[in-house]
């Protein structure tokens, strides 16, 4: 059991009318005395906003790395964070979220990846709403990752494990 669900338990596991000792049972446990009584009392931290965060952009198919977790955490701290404070913070919440290599693109799309035959794309696509007049409010992308012109190398990125 992760020590800060063991010190979770041992706290819900006094018996009504004992003294809740946030500091002793955080000592014994060896978890951090303000994560436990944030914890125990349901207190969204600033961490936790940010495992939220991580979790909707995964939902629309975003799923951020490394760098722009840290870039959110500044943003929320409103002070620098360390270059292993990703690394720190994905081992704290290993149960939430975790990374994994994602590539920009599959092997049989990285061949039509070309100014050419982007061209020609666009020149059918011109040639196709004219003839069957078409309205620019009736178009849509091609697909969920649209034109990902210069993204073909693998990634590390950043899930949630509901997305």
């Given at each position: ?5 063991a010190?979770?338990a ?5 018996k009504?009318?004992?003294?809740l000792?946030?500091?002793a ?5 060896g ?6 009584s944030?914890?125990?009392r ?12 991580i979790?909707?952009?995964c ?7 490394k ?11 409103h ?12 081992n ?6 975790y990374?994994?290599?994602a ?7 990285k061949?039509?990846?070309s100014?050419f035959?982007y061209?020609l794309y666009?020149?059918l ?5 004219k ?8 178009i849509?992308n091609?697909d ?19 997305s």
């Amino acid at each position: 059991m992760d020590p800060m669900e063991a010190a979770l338990a041992a706290l819900e596991s006094l018996k009504p009318g004992e003294r809740l000792n946030y500091t002793a049972t955080a000592k014994k446990f060896g978890v951090g005395r303000d994560a436990l009584s944030r914890r125990h009392r349901g207190v969204q931290g600033p961490q936790s906003h940010l495992i939220g965060y991580i979790d909707r952009l995964c939902e629309r198919g975003l799923p951020p790395t490394k760098r722009m977790i840290r870039n959110f955490a500044q943003e929320i701290a409103h002070k620098y964070v360390g270059n292993r404070w990703v690394d720190r913070f994905l081992n704290r919440h290993n149960i939430d979220i975790y990374a994994r290599w994602a590539s920009g693109m599959e092997k049989e799309r990285k061949g039509a990846d070309s100014a050419f035959k982007y061209a020609l794309y666009f020149e059918l696509l011109k040639r196709k709403l004219k003839e069957y007049k078409i309205q620019p409010q009736l178009i849509y992308n091609m697909d969920e990752k649209g034109f990902l012109i210069g993204k073909l190398l693998k990634i590390k990125r950043i899930f949630t494990q509901r997305s």
